[in-house]
């Protein structure tokens, strides 16, 4: 048997790869976690807050879009890029006054720009203010 065969060359290897340290094996896109994203309204405006964690200082693409209905195309909204702090979290609040139409469907999605690890929420658009006073009929009318 020769020492330095191709079935020996196979072997040394498998065992490299199985007997390498944890630490010095290159981080694939898959082992890259994504961000997170709490969406809630802006309360007295017509936007929406996103919040969440991503990597420290990432590159976030943040999308809008709005579904009207079933039978109307999905629409996009606005389109930014942020960056996360240095401990990893990020706001922003966009506006979608563009697309005021009650109960329609806004969909966020945000995406980490070189990894493209993403995630996504939606909620409904509803009225820019809270119930107030000057909201409720009053007595005498009804």
Do not use: C, K, W
């Not at 976690?33 to 990597?55: F, N, R, Y």
């Not at 979290?89 to 329609?104: I, N």
């Amino acid at each position: 048997m020769r020492f330095l065969s191709p079935t020996s060359f196979a072997l040394f290897g498998s065992l490299a790869l199985v007997l390498m340290p944890h630490g010095t094996r290159a981080q694939t896109p898959s082992m890259v976690s994504s961000p997170t994203l709490v969406l809630t309204h802006a309360v007295g405006s017509e936007a929406v807050t996103l919040a969440g964690d991503a990597q420290p200082n990432a590159r976030l693409e943040v999308v809008l879009y709005v579904r009207f209905s079933q039978d109307l195309p999905t629409v996009l909204l606005s389109r930014r890029l942020v960056s996360a702090d240095a401990a990893g979290h990020y706001t922003v609040t966009m506006s979608t006054a563009s697309a005021f139409f009650r109960d329609a469907i806004v969909t966020a999605i945000v995406r980490v720009v070189p990894t493209g690890a993403s995630t996504q929420a939606s909620s409904l658009v509803t009225a820019p203010n809270l119930p107030a006073p000057p909201d409720d009929t009053p007595a005498s009318v009804r």
